[in-house]
């Protein structure tokens, strides 16, 4: 089993950035594929970025391409979201998921997640 605590969540102002972390528990980390989504209020939960078990591939979706990037650290059994040029519209509780499969960007393909982090995005 894995266990998931996102930190770095917070208020930033429009074109800021932002630097979320998951860290996770158990020894088994490196060999799931690990995902961030996000849920505004009143819409469903989205699917952001993921990563595969290697960190060598990446997947973003459309909103953040450019924008956000995903990086893995195995050794130390985290996942980091780095958010530049934040906009309103990114404002959002951030979830770390971890999954079987790498790159999945369906939130049902991901078995553990964190208990989510707020980020607000100032006009």
């Known amino acids: 089993q894995v266990q998931l605590v996102e930190s770095g969540g917070g208020l930033v102002q429009a074109g800021g950035s932002l630097r979320l972390s998951c860290a996770a528990s158990?020894?088994?980390?490196?060999?799931?594929?690990m995902g961030w989504f996000r849920q505004a209020p009143g819409k469903e939960r989205e699917f952001v970025a993921a990563?595969?078990?290697?960190?060598?591939?990446?997947r973003y979706s459309d909103s953040v391409k450019g924008r956000f990037t995903i990086s893995r650290d195995n050794a130390k059994n985290t996942v980091d979201l780095q958010m530049n040029n934040l906009k309103p519209e990114d404002t959002a509780v951030y979830y770390c998921?971890?999954?079987?499969?790498?790159?999945?960007?369906?939130?049902?393909?991901?078995?553990?997640w964190g208990q989510g982090t707020q980020v607000t995005g100032s006009s």
């Open positions: 990563t595969i078990f290697s960190g060598v591939a990446t």
């Open positions: 998921a971890a999954g079987s499969f790498g790159l999945a960007h369906i939130a049902s393909e991901y078995g553990y």
């Open positions: 158990g020894r088994t980390f490196s060999r799931y594929g």
